[in-house]
């Protein structure tokens, strides 16, 4: 199943960010008829597939109420979505879902009907570019800037320069990923965080 076209207008700078990086000159437009232009977009949109994924705090949303076709009892994948889980603690214990034939597939119970009526999932979205955070484009770039190096230029001194790039780019999207998620060890339900963190300031109330 296709994924959404983003805007040209808006993947274009990311584009010409690959080309520089790469020692090539920049472009006007995707010409995909200029074999540079079409490596390095095709490499773009690669990428971004990979990294979002992986699942972060932008692009997953948890207990998404999803009701199956009513005339198949089927639960289809989206366009737009790359991962779809059961959600914890829903007591889908005796279920484990997996994506088969572009439907919700139920491997222990071998059957892709949902006859329970509605269904928690865990969903990892895709997002167009424009939609994407700036740490995350950033990265994006970044690593599709190290492997279209290889795939057009092959210089070992470059793209050792481009992959040391690429891991400050995940680093900052690494903080960004911390910041947004709010994460803790105390092991709370995903998208939820109880845990209020010893305050100093608090120390003058005494």
């Known amino acids: 199943m296709p994924f959404?076209?983003?805007?040209?207008?808006?993947?274009?700078?990311?584009?010409?960010?690959?080309?520089?990086?790469?020692?090539?000159?920049?472009?006007?437009?995707?010409?995909?008829?200029?074999?540079?232009?079409?490596?390095?977009?095709?490499?773009?949109?690669?990428v971004s597939r990979e990294v979002q994924?992986?699942?972060?705090?932008?692009?997953?949303?948890y207990k998404v109420e999803v009701t199956p076709d009513p005339d198949t009892?089927?639960?289809?994948?989206?366009?737009?979505?790359?991962?779809?889980?059961?959600?914890?603690?829903?007591?889908?214990?005796?279920?484990?879902a997996i994506r088969k034939n572009g439907k919700l597939y139920d491997r222990v119970n071998h059957t892709n009907k949902w006859t329970n009526g509605t269904v928690k999932l865990d969903i990892t979205y895709y997002y167009d570019w424009v939609d994407l955070p700036i740490?995350?484009?950033?990265?994006?770039?970044?690593?599709?800037?190290?492997?279209?190096?290889?795939?057009?230029?092959?210089?070992?001194a470059q793209h050792q320069y481009l992959s040391t790039r690429e891991m400050l780019a995940?680093?900052?999207?690494?903080?960004?990923?911390?910041?947004?998620g709010n994460y803790t060890y105390f092991g709370h339900p995903r998208g939820e965080n109880h845990h209020i963190s010893y305050q100093p300031y608090k120390a003058l109330y005494r």
């Not at 995940?170 to 947004?180: G, I, L």
């Open 4 to 46: 959404p076209t983003t805007n040209a207008t808006q993947e274009l700078p990311a584009v010409n960010q690959i080309l520089a990086s790469v020692g090539q000159a920049p472009v006007t437009t995707l010409d995909q008829t200029n074999p540079d232009v079409a490596i390095a977009y095709d490499t773009l949109t690669q």
């Open 53 to 61: 994924a992986e699942g972060w705090t932008f692009n997953i949303e």
């Open 73 to 96: 009892n089927e639960i289809s994948y989206a366009a737009n979505v790359l991962q779809m889980n059961l959600s914890d603690g829903e007591g889908y214990g005796s279920k484990a």
């Open 135 to 156: 740490p995350i484009q950033d990265y994006i770039v970044a690593r599709a800037a190290a492997i279209v190096s290889t795939r057009i230029v092959g210089d070992a």
């Open 170 to 180: 995940r680093a900052n999207a690494m903080e960004y990923e911390c910041n947004q």
